[in-house]
């Protein structure tokens, strides 16, 4: 009877070293695949946040472009010559350069009076 009993309590023993085992084993797992959703997560959002700022960055590109083809279009010989014409400006015929090889210029300003 004795014997029985202290084979009953290495049974038992061994038995509660599987069950801690076991629990262990099932605890390590969820702590795993809790960690993996974790940066599975974190992962995907960062993703979405970077397609995000690669769109608005694409479409700050296509505002770029579509700007700078309207101002070529407004600096262009016809529509500067169509604003200098709205504005009543004529083209210069003679059209005379000052000598500043001497390095001064004077302006004589008179005014006349009535």
Same mark, same amino acid.
């Given at each position: 009877?004795?014997?029985?009993?202290?084979?009953?309590?290495?049974?038992?023993?061994?038995?509660?070293?599987?069950?801690?085992?076991?629990?262990?084993?099932?605890?390590?797992?969820?702590?795993?695949?809790?960690?993996?959703?974790?940066?599975?997560?974190?992962?995907?959002?960062?993703?979405?946040?970077?397609?995000?700022?690669?769109?608005?960055?694409?479409?700050?590109?296509?505002?770029?472009?579509?700007?700078?083809?309207?101002?070529?279009?407004?600096? #262009?010989?016809?529509? !500067?010559?169509?604003?200098?014409?709205?504005? @009543? =400006? $004529?083209?210069?015929?003679?059209? #005379?350069?000052?000598? !500043?090889?001497?390095?001064?210029?004077?302006? @004589? =300003? $008179?005014?006349?009076?009535?």
């Amino acid at each position: 009877m004795v014997k029985r009993n202290i084979l009953n309590s290495k049974r038992n023993r061994h038995s509660a070293g599987k069950i801690s085992i076991h629990l262990l084993i099932v605890s390590a797992i969820f702590v795993l695949g809790a960690i993996y959703l974790y940066q599975v997560s974190s992962m995907v959002s960062q993703t979405y946040a970077m397609r995000s700022v690669q769109k608005e960055f694409q479409d700050l590109q296509d505002q770029y472009k579509k700007t700078e083809t309207e101002i070529n279009q407004c600096q #262009s010989l016809p529509k !500067l010559e169509a604003a200098a014409k709205n504005l @009543n =400006l $004529t083209t210069a015929d003679n059209i #005379s350069y000052l000598d !500043l090889s001497q390095g001064k210029v004077a302006v @004589n =300003l $008179t005014i006349d009076q009535p």
